[in-house]
């Protein structure tokens, strides 16, 4: 008899998956901080930092809002974000990254209140501008679990997808 795996449980398994392979590559020495500005699909207008506390491996916070681009709707989010970088040329910010990031979001409109955790794996590339400053994008699948939901009316407006793609945009200055 075969065991059928939801959507859910899938994608659980396939994060834990990533967050626990052994990330030990060594690269050359960066500065160890970073600060980032962008947008991103979940991520929306983001603000954070990123310490690298290895030659190649990172984490990066960041806080995110619409700042009132779509009207009657709350949007806001924390990210936290954990990326392995490879392929590191030099000293530079060039270079291409495994990112995974947790996106604790909260979005209220009209009809709903939602609280969702999304999974985020990503690869990701990062341009360089010059010795300071470089562009990141990313793009990568999202598992999505609902972690709090109030339906505001009883109006039928559909439901959200536990599985989209991501893509973001970061301006990175090295410290």
Not at 21 to 27: D, Q, T
Not at 75 to 84: G, N, P, S, V
Not at 145 to 163: I, Q
Request: net charge positive; proline share 2%; aromatic share 18%.
């Amino acid at each position: 008899m075969a065991r059928k795996y939801n959507g859910l449980s899938v994608s659980i398994i396939i994060n834990v998956v990533i967050v626990l392979v052994p990330l030990n590559i060594s690269a050359q020495k960066d500065s160890l901080w970073q600060v980032n500005c962008g947008f991103g699909f979940y991520e929306a207008f983001n603000i954070g930092a990123k310490y690298n506390y290895r030659t190649n491996l990172g984490m990066r916070l960041s806080v995110g809002s619409q700042l009132g681009v779509i009207k009657n709707q709350k949007y806001y989010d924390i990210t936290f974000e954990h990326d392995w970088t490879f392929r590191k040329k030099n000293k530079e910010l060039s270079s291409w990254s495994l990112d995974k990031k947790l996106v604790f979001w909260y979005l209220e409109d009209k009809y709903y209140k939602w609280f969702v955790l999304s999974m985020e794996p990503a690869i990701g590339k990062t341009f360089v501008i010059n010795d300071k400053v470089g562009v990141h994008l990313d793009a990568g699948p999202v598992f999505m679990v609902v972690l709090y939901f109030k339906r505001k009316t009883f109006d039928e407006v559909g439901w959200p997808r536990y599985f989209m793609l991501n893509a973001s945009l970061k301006i990175v200055y090295k410290l």
